[in-house]
């Protein structure tokens, strides 16, 4: 069974930075892509980062310059550098693992959220 186990939020001031981290376990074969996204209260749950296999990259608009996505795929792991942190980025943080090659199928996962609060 194939998990994914987030760390790395907190608390943080405004202008602060965090580091959040994801790892990927079970029997795993290749994953297509991993990112990261976003849910705040009353809020849909949005995209922040994704990476690929090859390393190409995707943000959305509000975090470019900001944020970094970075996999080490010989660990099924992706980080996510937050800089400049502010009040708006205060979510629960998602790690998402899209086109995961398991035994027997081939699946998207979700982590179980961790809380990212950035305070003024």
């Known amino acids: 069974q194939v998990q994914l186990v987030e760390s790395g939020g907190g608390l943080v001031q405004a202008g602060g930075s965090l580091r959040l981290s994801c790892a990927a376990s079970?029997?795993?074969?290749?994953?297509?892509?991993m990112g990261w996204y976003r849910q705040a209260p009353g809020k849909q749950r949005e995209l922040v980062a994704t990476?690929?296999?090859?390393?190409?990259?995707n943000y959305a608009d509000s975090v470019k310059g900001r944020f970094t996505i970075s996999r080490d795929s010989t660990k099924n792991t992706v980080y996510l550098q937050m800089n400049s942190l502010k009040p708006e980025d205060t979510a629960v943080y998602y790690c998402n693992a899209d086109g995961v090659w398991t035994i027997g199928r081939v699946a998207d996962y979700w982590g179980q959220g961790t809380q990212v609060t950035v305070s003024s």
């Open positions: 990476i690929t296999s090859g390393g190409s990259t």
């Open positions: 079970g029997i795993i074969f290749s994953i297509n892509a």
